[in-house]
């Protein structure tokens, strides 16, 4: 629903009117389209040996060891993936904010005039800088020999 609201945010800044596209989710420079499907942690996989005398011992080795440890590891990978989803949403829902916010300070900006804009400009520029980093910490001396 974040990207309906944007896309008709954006629309409503343009002077010509018209259709109003919606992206579907991650069609965006982030790659998040991309990064779902990266996002789940396979564990079943073709286990492969090209060893020719002991290739076949050594696929039912691993097929052995991934079986036995399936039932620890199982929960632990879901688990992940769940996580990865998770933060790929907050991704896009903070993108898509950053989006509409845009939006709306264009629309502010061209509402209240050039002169105006021009006169807030150097009082609103050094509030949108990062704050500077602080110094980093001198290195701790564990041994104490300093």
Known sequence: ??????????????????PVIVHREGDDGLGIARLRDQADIRMEFHSGSDRPVVGPAVRLAKRAVRRGLRWYLAPMTEQQSEFNHSLLDLVETLRLRN???????????????PDLTAAVEPLVDPLLEPPPEPPPEPPSDPAGTA
């Open 1 to 18: 629903m974040t990207r309906v609201a944007t896309a008709l945010a954006q629309a409503s800044n343009t002077p010509n009117g018209g």
């Open 99 to 113: 989006e509409r916010l845009v939006a709306e300070v264009q629309a502010w900006r061209s509402a209240i005039g």
